[in-house]
């Protein structure tokens, strides 16, 4: 077929390839004109009045040529004959054929094919889309710039391809429509207008297999992709969509188009570092192939496949050897069909029937094992035939299973179906056209036998039909079909054969209510049991992910929240602190009440202060029945017997004041307790005060000519004291009007208790009311040391003096053992410095009285030791 063409013109000759847009500028100036150059590529052909080109992978790789720039190239030889892509090519011609003989559509035009191999490589492509673009090789006139007019594509089948095609021939406004390039970047109409296809761009796709990712909590994801636009675009798009829910891809490695076994065991040595265990592969069946076949070979087990539909339904890559390394695979594949009579048609073949058809030998060939030519070779010298049967043409192609004629798994093959329709309704409505009616500017119709390329595709935009099978065809605005996925499921049956079982679909059209739908129960996946693939593994509640310096954000490691704040949900990014008056649990998941922490009755401490406060009260009754009982006694009559007995009934008032720090603290019992504290302490300390000034009065009573005892009578005696006392009560009613003590919860003492305690209120009322004690404990203390050594019988200035030291010494050693002591002991110390003041004077003023009395009475008269 042409591709070069020298023309020599007026001005200085040149070799070139003249576009058609040129022919009418050049056309005047040329003088001859030759082809300068061929490509003998593999075709198909039918004539016909319409003549639709079809491209198709027909072999798997194009060999490599040996370029040494001193001899022109030779034709370039393909090999890997593809039984799948042949059915293809075939399908295309079983749909001329129905067209043909379907008396409504097309009625008395004959459509034609030329079917060309593309090897799979864009270099192909190129060659047989220059070569239905070439001029017409029986210009015997030597017009090269004739040109065919009705030029229209079917094709190709890998994106590369195709864009390239698409951009070669985008000037000529050729109209193509692929049937497999599904690369996102194929409907931007603004570089490839003339470009259509029956198959869902990969944007779709994508966005499937990222809900499936989605669907199955995946977040750790390897990818590979086959080094060209299908693979690189479908891999970009499944990237950029998987990132925006979190998933992070731990791998991403390119298949070569060129085979490399060195770079093959790169991308498996990176498999099986990987922690990874579901790989996505954007990738051509005959780019993942050697992939496939090494990992097989490696024995590398374990992995989730998803596949793209380039390669999910291949037959080639579904078989028993590769399992189980692909066992399990899922992915999505395009819409199965059955197309009636195909599979009659394809077992029709025969190469007898058409000898000039080199492919329908090869395919006999690769079938059946034979050749119809059989070679030789030299061995020491000699000539021998490399032993191999030879092909006798009578073989039946049903006699075994093939792919080529497994119709149970029509995919692709619809796509092109659905194609070749397309074109012929197009063709219809261009048929069909009324004068007047047409939508170009002369208001005529196009010439169905010599029609402009650009007429058509507007037609093509426009087409809209139901196919035989029933689907509604038509095209976007991007020239792209409605976005379907069947999703497919590797399972293997009992003959040892994988079989492409539907689990569910994915609708890509706009409104479609549920766009992916999944059968989980029908999956059979590889290990038995749906793969977990994360980096790491999720975090509990009760801890927070930390990221790990250096990669990606799926990896992490599990940290603690801290005391005091929670998490409730799985993979919580930050710890939430609790309220104030909770705290967290030991598993760090909720927050629970603290604890409430007050001194109790109950609790070992509390019940040995009760006791100790009960038992201080009991004894100060016990004394006093002591005391009453002998009240005529001179030890209890020469110590004022009035203000003893008021002392003991302050100092029972004491032991029992204690009670009322224990318990839960109210408002009520904190204004008591530090009420009742300081009424009962001044009213015993006034006791004693009194007793004091009694004894030093005593002893000047006895002057000659004293007449102090009228100042001290039992009245004045009793009214001295209620006088102090009338002090402290007003301090404290001062206290509890301005600012009385409350009931508080400490929530700063401890991070997982509440210190329930009384709030002071006014401080300086406080103070106030501890000052007043300490200077009336401070004066009891000074006059009953000066009459510590006044000469009497029962002085009792010495016991007050004692006891009154006793009682400093316990309040001052209660200042830092008060402030040091944390939470309900600070109570408890308080209570032990009332319960040890108590005692002090219980037992330093009463004890020797008492003893004297009980055990030895002969000392309480008046004449001992007179």
């Not at 009245?715 to 007003?730: E, R």
Request: charged residues 15%.
């Amino acid at each position: 077929k042409t591709f070069l063409f020298d023309c020599g013109f007026s001005h200085p000759p040149t070799s070139t390839f003249i576009p058609l847009d040129s022919r009418s500028k050049l056309g005047s100036e040329r003088s001859t004109c030759s082809y300068g150059g061929r490509f003998d590529l593999s075709e198909l052909f039918m004539k016909g009045d319409i003549i639709l080109n079809g491209l198709f992978p027909i072999h798997f790789r194009m060999n490599k040529s040996n370029l040494t720039y001193r001899l022109s190239p030779g034709s370039p030889l393909c090999d890997g004959f593809n039984l799948r892509s042949f059915r293809w090519a075939q399908t295309m011609i079983f749909a001329l054929h129905e067209i043909n003989s379907d008396l409504m559509l097309l009625p008395n035009i004959t459509l034609g094919y030329e079917i060309y191999d593309t090897c799979t490589t864009p270099a192909q492509s190129l060659r047989a889309a220059l070569t239905l673009a070439r001029h017409k090789e029986d210009a015997s006139d030597g017009n090269c710039m004739e040109t065919s007019s009705n030029s229209v594509i079917v094709g190709d089948s890998g994106s590369t391809q195709s864009i390239v095609v698409a951009k070669t021939l985008g000037p000529l406004h050729i109209p193509m429509v692929s049937y497999f390039s599904s690369c996102s970047c194929l409907s931007n109409r603004e570089e490839f207008p003339a470009f259509f296809r029956t198959i869902p761009s990969d944007t779709f796709q994508a966005r499937a297999v990222v809900r499936l990712v989605q669907r199955f909590g995946w977040t750790w994801v390897g990818s590979v992709a086959g080094d060209d636009d299908y693979g690189r675009y479908g891999t970009q798009a499944f990237t950029d969509e998987v990132k925006k829910l979190g998933v992070c891809i731990a791998f991403t490695e390119l298949i070569p188009k060129v085979y490399s076994r060195e770079r093959i065991l790169q991308i498996t040595e990176t498999i099986k570092r990987s922690t990874a265990r579901v790989i996505v592969m954007f990738a051509l069946e005959g780019d993942a192939y050697p992939l496939i076949k090494e990992v097989v070979q490696q024995n590398i087990t374990g992995h989730q496949w998803i596949a793209s539909e380039a390669w999910v339904t291949s037959s080639l890559m579904a078989t028993a050897e590769h399992l189980p390394a692909l066992d399990g695979t899922i992915g999505f594949a395009i819409p199965r069909a059955e197309i009636p009579g195909l599979r009659d048609f394809l077992l029709q073949v025969d190469p007898f029937k058409s000898p000039e058809n080199g492919l329908v030998k090869e395919l006999w060939e690769t079938m059946f094992k034979c050749s119809f030519n059989l070679k030789s070779d030299i061995v020491d010298g000699k000539s021998s035939l490399i032993p191999q049967a030879k092909c006798t043409g009578s073989e039946f192609l049903n006699s075994s299973y093939t792919i080529y004629s497994d119709v149970s798994e029509l995919r692709i093959s619809y796509n092109v179906y659905k194609a070749v329709y397309a074109f012929a309704h197009a063709l219809h409505n261009l048929y069909s056209c009324a004068n007047n009616n047409d939508p170009f500017d002369n208001k005529t119709c196009a010439n169905i036998i010599d029609f402009k390329p650009w007429q058509l595709m507007h037609y093509l935009r426009e087409v809209r039909f139901t196919s035989k099978l029933g689907e509604e065809i038509y095209f976007d605005e991007n020239g792209d079909p409605v976005a379907t996925y069947d999703l497919v499921n590797w399972q293997q049956e009992d003959a040892g054969q994988v079989s492409f079982v539907p689990v569910g679909h994915f609708n890509g059209a706009p409104n479609s209510g549920q766009d992916l739908v999944v059968n989980e129960t029908a999956i059979v996946w590889n290990g038995g049991k749906v793969p977990q693939s994360l980096c790491s593994v999720s975090c509990r509640p009760g801890t927070r992910k930390a990221a790990q310096e250096g990669r990606e954000t799926c990896c992490f490691d599990c940290v603690p929240c801290a005391e005091g704040q929670v998490t409730s949900a799985v993979d919580s990014i930050n710890c939430i602190p609790c309220p104030e008056d909770s705290w967290s649990n030991l598993q760090r998941n909720k927050c629970i009440p603290k604890e409430l922490e007050f001194l109790s009755f109950a609790e070992p401490l509390g019940l040995m202060l009760t006791t100790g406060s009960a038992l201080g009260a009991l004894s100060t009754i016990i004394v006093a029945a002591v005391l009453l009982y002998h009240r005529d006694t001179p030890i209890v009559r020469a110590n004022n017997s009035k203000l003893s007995f008021l002392l003991l009934f302050s100092l029972t008032f004491c032991f029992l004041c204690s009670l009322t720090y224990m318990g839960q603290p109210s408002t009520w019992t904190c204004m008591l307790r530090h009420t009742l504290f300081g009424v009962s302490f001044v009213l015993c300390i006034s006791c004693v005060l009194g007793k004091t000034l009694v004894v030093l009065i005593a002893f000047k009573a006895t002057l000659p000519n004293s007449n102090v005892w009228k100042w001290l009578g039992t009245l004045q005696q009793v009214l001295s004291v209620f006088s102090c006392t009338l002090i402290q009560v007003i301090i404290c009613v001062v206290w509890l009007l301005v600012s009385p003590p409350s009931a508080a919860r400490n929530v700063e003492y401890s991070s997982e208790k509440i210190l329930l305690e009384c709030n002071l209120g006014s401080v300086s009322a406080f103070c106030c009311v501890l000052g007043y004690i300490g200077f009336l404990s401070c004066m009891s203390f000074v006059l009953a040391f000066l009459a510590r050594k006044l000469p009497d019988q029962f002085n009792e200035a010495k016991l007050i003096t004692f006891s009154m030291l006793v009682f400093g010494a316990v309040w001052l050693a209660f200042i830092p053992a008060y402030v040091s002591s944390p939470g309900k002991y600070t109570v408890a110390v308080e209570i032990f410095a009332i319960l040890s003041s108590s005692f002090a004077l219980l037992i330093c003023i009463f004890a020797p009285k008492c003893y004297v009395i009980l055990l030895k009475p002969h000392k309480n008269t008046r004449n001992h030791n007179r």
